[in-house]
Nanobody, 124 residues
Framework: QVQLVESGGGLVQAGGSLRLSCAAS????????MGWFRQAPGKEREFAAA????????YYADSVKGRFTISRDNAKNTVYLQMNSLKPEDTAVYYC?????????????????WGQGTQVTVSS
């Protein structure tokens, strides 16, 4: 069984930064692509960023490109999301997820394990 635990969320002013972490259990973390999604109140869960198994390939939603950076440390079974220049519209619960396979993807249906989420609130 795979468990994903996010941390690092909180309240920040617009223009500020946060770094989210997602710690994964299991021995095969490095074999899978990982992703970050977010869900704002009353909205569907949406893709934010993804990273391939090796970290050599990343992909971002247009809404976060240039402001967010996804990375991973396979030795620590951890994936990160560095969020800079935060905007009030970035307010959401952020989830990390493991993808079925080792290449990046953007659709929720292609991810099989999810964390419990961490709240990010950006004040104006």
């Amino acid at each position: 069984q795979v468990q994903l635990v996010e941390s690092g969320g909180g309240l920040v002013q617009a223009g500020g930064s946060l770094r989210l972490s997602c710690a994964a259990s299991g021995r095969t973390f490095s074999s899978y692509a990982m992703g970050w999604f977010r869900q704002a109140p009353g909205k569907e869960r949406e893709f934010a960023a993804a990273i391939s198994w090796s970290g050599g390939s990343t992909y971002y939603a247009d809404s976060v490109k240039g402001r967010f950076t996804i990375s991973r440390d396979n030795a620590k079974n951890t994936v990160y999301l560095q969020m800079n220049s935060l905007k009030p519209e970035d307010t959401a619960v952020y989830y990390c997820a493991r993808r079925r396979g080792n290449v990046v993807g953007t659709t929720t249906a292609t991810y099989d394990y999810w964390g419990q989420g961490t709240q990010v609130t950006v004040s104006s």
